[in-house]
């Protein structure tokens, strides 16, 4: 059965509640509402597994390629916001840097390097922000790395990010926030213009050069643009999964227990906070058409936001879900995404967060734990994570 | 038209009408034949739509690619001799009778 547009109980969700802790209000929806329309998001939010699968793989019907988007404004058009050839098109350009083989043999032992250079600067203290001090850093280390950035400081590369992505949701067309993202964009442009004549001329291992040398190369501009989707895209969640993971396994003992006697777990440990608490939790689609979805008939134009983060806790699909737990059935969470815009960076974001990050941060802080008088805090509902991660260790 | 048969790893099966030049993936989510997650939707990028080619005569199936050979490491399933990603395997007429098996999980 299906229903016209109607204005839904429970709509009244703020957007403040909803980065505060968006599951009990994904829970109602997706019992009594699955595609509610919500006027502070100015779109309907697709809630259930299956309809996000739906959505992530109809792409005809579900357009990236928002109308005055302001991902495209503050970055340029690039592949996160394209459909059909012209993505496919930026996508294989870039592909090559991404492999899972290249990960593992050519971004792990940079990986490895980079953590334990980070570690190793801080080890001594004894306790730390590891939120601040290494899942951040870490994160854009690697990035800069798998980019092919040269002599980008890790704060730099941070601060282009948020403000890229601030820019991205700077639906109140706050001015300081474009002045920011200005900011930022002019940096990243430079770093890339200055590292381009070098990688036209000594190929490397990296995106940038993969999009030089590609069959089909791109452009100067069109690897301006999406660059900055991988930097506004690609530093917060492998950050915020180390973040998530390491929070999770230091909250619960049988779990630590677990990874420390077989280190292959961290991957399941990975794959299961990214599922808990997905790092993206929302992303915008465009109706191409009038279509049914999750009951509702949406009308051609509609803007959806499409909560991964929801269908990652349907209890249709995970039960219990909002508990942690490494060994529940394996079934397939959506924290990537799926279709064509399936994550490009998900083979880097497993190698350097689930083989690398995690168990070289448990392996080298003896007697890590939590600092019991500075609580975690979490945040968000378009991109979630911890906020902070104070620890001490034996140092 | 091309029929190719799978077959769950718990015995049941699904006998499905492949129309030549869809994939075996294709095929699969087109009519909901369970097991085949295909998270990337085709892209030889999540080893999500792994099976296993039952039929001896796999050569005929078509050379496994270089991207499709590097994706096969990263099965969740054991990969084996018989392992294709069903997203490479372009359906044509000779199709016709292929049976294929789905491994128990895919992540």
């Given at each position: 059965?299906?229903?016209?547009y109607?204005?839904?109980?429970?709509a009244?969700?703020?957007?403040?509640e909803?980065?505060?802790d968006?599951y009990?209000a994904?829970?109602w929806?997706?019992?009594?509402d699955?595609?509610?329309?919500?006027?502070?998001?100015?779109?309907?939010?697709?809630?259930?597994?299956?309809?996000?699968?739906?959505v992530?793989?109809?792409?005809?019907?579900?357009?990236?390629?928002?109308?005055?988007?302001?991902?495209?404004?503050v970055m340029g058009?690039?592949m996160?916001?394209?459909?059909?050839?012209?993505?496919?098109?930026?996508?294989?350009?870039?592909?090559?840097a991404?492999?899972?083989?290249i990960v593992?043999e050519?971004?792990?032992?940079?990986f490895?390097?980079?953590?334990?250079?980070?570690i190793?600067?801080f080890?001594?203290?004894?306790s730390?922000?590891l939120f601040?001090d290494f899942a951040?850093?870490?994160?854009?280390?690697?990035?800069?790395?798998i980019?092919?950035?040269?002599?980008v400081?890790d704060?730099d590369l941070q601060?282009?990010?948020q403000?890229?992505?601030d820019?991205?949701?700077?639906?109140?067309?706050?001015?300081?926030?474009w002045?920011r993202?200005?900011?930022a964009?002019?940096g990243?442009?430079?770093?890339?213009?200055?590292?381009?004549?070098?990688?036209q001329?000594?190929?490397?291992g990296?995106?940038?050069?993969?999009?030089?040398?590609?069959?089909?190369?791109?452009?100067?501009?069109?690897i301006?643009?999406?660059?900055?989707v991988?930097i506004?895209?690609?530093?917060?969640?492998?950050?915020?999964a180390v973040g998530v993971a390491?929070?999770a396994t230091?909250?619960?003992?049988?779990v630590?227990?677990a990874v420390?006697?077989?280190p292959t777990?961290?991957?399941?440990v990975?794959?299961?906070a990214?599922?808990?608490?997905?790092?993206?939790?929302?992303?915008?689609?465009?109706?191409?058409q009038?279509?049914?979805?999750?009951?509702?008939?949406?009308p051609?134009?509609?803007r959806?936001?499409?909560?991964?983060?929801?269908?990652?806790r349907?209890?249709?699909?995970?039960?219990?879900?909002?508990?942690?737990?490494?060994?529940r059935p394996p079934?397939?969470?959506?924290?990537f995404?799926g279709?064509?815009?399936f994550?490009l960076?998900?083979?880097?974001?497993?190698?350097?967060?689930?083989?690398?990050?995690?168990?070289?941060?448990f392996r080298?802080?003896r007697?890590?734990?939590?600092?019991?008088?500075?609580?975690v805090?979490?945040?968000?509902?378009?991109?979630?994570?911890?906020?902070?991660?104070?620890?001490?260790?034996?140092? | 038209?091309?029929?190719?048969t799978?077959?769950?790893a718990?015995?049941s099966?699904?006998?499905?009408?492949?129309p030549?030049?869809?994939t075996?993936?294709?095929?699969?989510?087109?009519n909901?034949?369970t097991?085949?997650?295909?998270?990337?939707?085709?892209?030889?990028?999540?080893?999500?739509?792994?099976v296993y080619?039952?039929?001896?005569?796999?050569?005929?199936?078509?050379?496994?690619?270089e991207?499709?050979?590097?994706?096969?490491d990263?099965?969740?399933?054991?990969?084996?001799?018989?392992?294709?990603?069903?997203?490479?395997l372009?359906?044509?007429?000779?199709?016709?009778?292929?049976?294929?098996?789905v491994?128990?999980?895919?992540?």
């Amino acid at each position: 059965m299906t229903t016209a547009y109607q204005e839904p109980a429970g709509a009244d969700v703020t957007l403040d509640e909803l980065y505060q802790d968006p599951y009990p209000a994904f829970r109602w929806f997706r019992e009594h509402d699955p595609v509610p329309w919500i006027p502070a998001a100015g779109r309907y939010l697709v809630t259930r597994h299956r309809d996000v699968v739906f959505v992530d793989t109809h792409p005809e019907i579900f357009s990236a390629d928002e109308q005055g988007s302001l991902v495209t404004r503050v970055m340029g058009h690039n592949m996160l916001r394209k459909d059909g050839a012209a993505h496919d098109r930026d996508r294989r350009a870039a592909e090559p840097a991404l492999r899972p083989r290249i990960v593992k043999e050519h971004w792990t032992p940079r990986f490895q390097q980079n953590a334990d250079d980070l570690i190793d600067g801080f080890i001594e203290n004894g306790s730390g922000d590891l939120f601040r001090d290494f899942a951040g850093p870490l994160s854009a280390r690697n990035l800069a790395a798998i980019m092919g950035l040269r002599d980008v400081a890790d704060q730099d590369l941070q601060t282009w990010s948020q403000a890229l992505i601030d820019g991205a949701g700077n639906y109140a067309d706050d001015p300081d926030v474009w002045a920011r993202c200005e900011a930022a964009s002019l940096g990243v442009d430079a770093a890339i213009d200055a590292v381009i004549p070098y990688l036209q001329a000594n190929p490397d291992g990296s995106v940038i050069s993969a999009m030089l040398h590609a069959d089909e190369p791109l452009a100067p501009d069109e690897i301006r643009a999406n660059v900055k989707v991988f930097i506004g895209g690609g530093l917060n969640e492998p950050r915020d999964a180390v973040g998530v993971a390491a929070w999770a396994t230091l909250t619960h003992p049988e779990v630590r227990r677990a990874v420390e006697a077989d280190p292959t777990l961290w991957r399941r440990v990975f794959e299961e906070a990214v599922r808990w608490i997905a790092p993206i939790g929302m992303y915008p689609r465009q109706t191409t058409q009038e279509v049914e979805l999750g009951g509702r008939v949406l009308p051609a134009g509609a803007r959806l936001g499409v909560c991964a983060g929801s269908a990652n806790r349907d209890e249709t699909v995970f039960e219990r879900p909002d508990e942690f737990d490494i060994d529940r059935p394996p079934a397939p969470h959506v924290a990537f995404g799926g279709g064509p815009h399936f994550c490009l960076g998900t083979w880097a974001a497993r190698a350097q967060v689930a083989q690398i990050a995690l168990p070289t941060l448990f392996r080298r802080l003896r007697g890590l734990r939590l600092d019991e008088q500075d609580p975690v805090r979490l945040g968000g509902w378009v991109f979630r994570g911890v906020l902070n991660l104070p620890a001490v260790w034996d140092a | 038209m091309p029929v190719i048969t799978y077959v769950q790893a718990d015995g049941s099966t699904s006998v499905v009408d492949a129309p030549a030049g869809t994939t075996v993936m294709k095929a699969a989510i087109a009519n909901d034949v369970t097991g085949i997650v295909a998270e990337c939707g085709g892209q030889a990028m999540c080893a999500t739509c792994h099976v296993y080619v039952s039929t001896p005569d796999s050569s005929s199936l078509g050379e496994i690619s270089e991207d499709e050979n590097e994706m096969l490491d990263c099965t969740a399933a054991p990969r084996t001799e018989q392992s294709r990603l069903s997203c490479q395997l372009v359906v044509q007429e000779r199709y016709d009778g292929l049976t294929v098996r789905v491994p128990e999980y895919q992540v």
